[in-house]
């Protein structure tokens, strides 16, 4: 499957954005998904993810109750909803696909929040 993520952006802390992850091919139901980021000097973080169905996500604690994970299978469609945005969650985002090993990556998009 291939992945091409959208959405980010400049916004102000307190702010939102919706990142997008549009995925090739008709296997895109068939993988849990994940959303990780990478700030500059920084390893590459998990944030969030989700399975098949979309029923169950799970969220690294930086983030929880602030973003949410979902996805549109018949869109082949990941989203992430980032509210409340601080300065620390500047990175740049990848959508992945098929845990454990997330053998299929997005190229990456830039959140940047300013103070």
């Known amino acids: 499957v291939q992945l091409q993520a959208s959405g980010g952006g400049l916004v102000q802390a307190g702010g939102s954005l919706r990142l997008s992850c549009a995925a090739s091919?008709?296997?895109?139901?068939?993988?849990?998904m994940g959303w990780f980021r990478q700030a500059p000097g920084e390893q590459r973080d998990f944030v969030a993810s989700i399975d098949q169905s979309g029923n169950n996500t799970f969220y690294a604690d930086s983030v929880k109750g602030r973003f949410a994970i979902s996805r549109d299978n018949g869109k082949n469609m990941l989203f992430l909803q980032m509210n409340s945005l601080k300065p620390e969650d500047t990175a740049v985002y990848y959508c992945?696909?098929?845990?454990?090993?997330?053998?299929?990556w997005g190229q990456g998009t830039q959140v940047t929040v300013s103070s």
């Open positions: 992945a696909a098929d845990p454990p090993q997330w053998g299929f």
């Open positions: 091919g008709h296997m895109f139901s068939h993988y849990p």
